[in-house]
């Protein structure tokens, strides 16, 4: 038996956690969420499955629109931290280059 868990995700081994796991979780809340809102009013309001069906619609672009959010907030933290990284690596080189060629 092993020690701890695994996993074969699309995250296992990375720096920034599972983050693809979490986004689905919120996506799938709002959803279920939407439903289950549908559900109580069909059945106190005695129109099955009006309501249902709607907010189930509703509750699916919600979380459309929630997965694109995080998407684009996490391609500009990555966009950005690579940059970071690009600049280090050009003052790491630069200050190497300077060092073998007897500069400053």
Do not use: C
């Not at 699309?10 to 599972?18: E, H, I, L």
Request: hydrophobic share 40%; net charge positive; aromatic share 6%.
């Amino acid at each position: 038996m092993s020690a701890g868990p695994t996993s074969d995700g699309p995250n296992q081994g990375s720096k920034q956690g599972p983050r693809l796991p979490i986004g689905l979780m919120l996506a799938g809340s709002e959803m279920v969420t939407f439903t289950v809102i549908g559900l109580v009013l069909d059945y106190f309001l005695g129109t099955m499955p009006g309501f249902t069906i709607g907010l189930t619609l509703l509750g699916v672009v919600a979380a459309f629109f929630q997965l694109t959010q995080m998407a684009k907030a996490l391609t500009a933290r990555n966009k950005k931290a690579r940059q970071s990284a690009d600049k280090k690596d050009d003052a790491h080189n630069n200050v190497a280059k300077n060092d073998t060629e007897g500069g400053p």
